[in-house]
Nanobody, 124 residues
Framework: VQLQASGGGLVQAGGSLRLSCAPS????????MVWFRQAPGKDSEFVAGISRSGGRTSYADSVKGRFTISRDNAKNTVFLQMNSLKPEDTAVYYC??????????????????WGQGTQVTVSS
């Protein structure tokens, strides 16, 4: 499974960005999809996750109410809509997939398939 993440960029605080991640290969609807991020000098942090059907979502407390994860199984794409961005959201954002469970684990070690990362920079 190969994951292609896109949509990062430079935005001012308070702005918005939408990240996309499109897995290739097997049936997308069989994967739990998640987003992690890693800021310079910091550990990887779970951001959001979505179940196979899209019926269950989960978020880190730091992004709850500002970020929305969604998926379009017909288009084989998962999205992360990021609103009210803050400088502390600056990080490389990675999507990851799990074909073995319908639970979006917040532990990065639980995922075998990762995208290449997309940089998000929020200026103050």
């Amino acid at each position: 499974v190969q994951l292609q993440a896109s949509g990062g960029g430079l935005v001012q605080a308070g702005g918005s960005l939408r990240l996309s991640c499109a897995p290739s290969g097997r049936t997308f609807s069989n994967y739990v999809m998640v987003w992690f991020r890693q800021a310079p000098g910091k550990d990887s942090e779970f951001v959001a996750g979505i179940s196979r059907s899209g019926g269950r979502t989960s978020y880190a407390d730091s992004v709850k109410g500002r970020f929305t994860i969604s998926r379009d199984n017909a288009k084989n794409t998962v999205f992360l809509q990021m609103n009210s961005l803050k400088p502390e959201d600056t990080a490389v954002y990675y999507c990851a997939a799990d074909p073995y469970s319908d639970y979006a684990s917040p532990v990065s070690g639980g995922y075998d398939y990762w995208g290449q990362g997309t940089q998000v920079t929020v200026s103050s």
